[in-house]
């Protein structure tokens, strides 16, 4: 693995299109630091279907365009492809063909859930994704309550096919210690093959890739290099390296006082 090679699969960097950057300018300062962070390759992943966000398969198409023309007009050393984060809903399926997968065969489709809990008709939703040919990647599964509350559902998620994406604050201990002590044992359980970013340009939403690698490579000398396979598989839609996994503790609450 090298560092300045990374592959970040979850980014919000793409200038005024939802809550990630507001301008050009400052997406192209998000840019510098994802190169100072050893990333040389991101899928940009816009929200979409989510309260606030729609965003067209051939809108952010065409951002990414332009937004690597900028890049290379200014020698940023990175590469941008297609993406969205996709928001589940009920009328996901009916959808499907305005969809941009992790890689461009949609393989694999990068999921979010809501952050409080996990909508009943999930199961379902996978199982349909499954019969078109689409594994989904369930968006930083330790930053939802219900799963923190019960981290056996992520088991059976995964289970029934899906995988999960570890965010790299999470994993540094940003979003505090419960969620990064949960992202850890996700890790140690085999049930989330990949970190990314999900930085915005938001206090405290940086990139924070290299040091995730290092916390990777402090829990086990293996895992730094199988993640950034992981990575580049996935944007490759290609299968990922296959390990065992097992049903995660759940972690105790941590009390401010």
């Not at 699969?9 to 301008?23: F, K, N, Q, V």
């Not at 941009?100 to 393989?107: A, E, M, R, S, V």
């Not at 994993?171 to 990949?194: M, P, S, W, Y």
């Not at 690698?213 to 390296?241: H, T």
């Amino acid at each position: 693995m090298k560092i300045n090679n990374l592959v970040d699969l979850h980014c919000h960097i793409l200038p005024a299109i939802d809550d990630g950057s507001p301008s050009l300018e400052v997406s192209l300062e998000l840019a510098r630091q994802a190169v100072a962070d050893g990333i040389r390759y991101i899928l940009a992943t816009p929200h979409h279907m989510d309260r606030h966000y729609i965003n067209h398969a051939s809108d952010v198409e065409s951002a990414v365009n332009a937004f690597q023309m900028e890049l290379d007009g200014q020698n940023i050393p990175l590469t941008i492809f297609p993406g969205q984060e996709v928001h589940l809903n009920g009328q996901l399926m009916e959808h499907v063909d305005d969809l941009l997968g992790i890689d461009t065969g949609k393989n694999y489709l990068l999921l979010e859930l809501p952050h409080e809990m996990i909508p009943s008709y999930l199961d379902e939703i996978i199982f349909k994704l499954s019969c078109e040919g689409i594994t989904p990647v369930i968006a930083h599964p330790e930053r939802n309550a219900q799963i923190i509350a019960d981290p056996k559902r992520l088991y059976e998620l995964v289970e029934q096919g899906a995988l999960a994406q570890v965010t790299a604050t999470s994993l540094v201990g940003t979003f505090g210690k419960q969620v990064q002590q949960t992202a850890k044992e996700f890790i140690k359980c085999g049930l989330v093959q990949v970190v990314a970013s999900d930085a915005h340009a938001l206090k405290n939403r940086g990139f924070s890739m290299s040091q995730a690698y290092q916390v990777l490579n402090e829990m086990g000398s293996e895992y730094p290099e199988r993640f950034a396979i992981n990575a580049r598989n996935l944007l490759n839609g290609k299968k990922l390296i296959e390990i065992n996994i097992s049903v995660p503790k759940k972690q105790r609450n941590f009390w401010l006082f």
